[in-house]
């Protein structure tokens, strides 16, 4: 899988959870703490070319995923191709 890149805040407990599952399936992610790195959610909304309202916000390579639940449901998915 291309690197993941989670743009969150670590008192964020969807965002540890984000971080979690990268870790648990071993998946190469960058963590951009945006407190640390003084981001607004519109620096995010810049970068990633969509509003932001909830964090974290979640890349794979150059496609966008969303939040956590939509993170959790593209790893099963890949898993599931990767299955079959």
């Known amino acids: 899988m291309e690197p ?17 599952l990268c870790e648990a399936k071993g998946l190469p992610y960058t963590w ?3 407190v640390e790195e003084r981001l607004s959610k519109q620096d995010i909304a ?14 794979v390579g150059d496609r966008y995923i969303g939040g ?5 449901a593209f790893v099963r998915g890949r898993e599931a191709e990767l299955a079959s």
């Open 46 to 59: 810049a970068k990633i070319g969509r509003p932001v309202h909830t964090v974290p916000q979640i890349l």
């Open 68 to 72: 956590c639940d939509d993170f959790f």
């Open 32 to 34: 951009v703490d945006m």
């Open 4 to 20: 993941v890149i989670i743009y969150g805040r670590a008192s964020c407990g969807f965002c540890l959870r984000a971080k979690a």
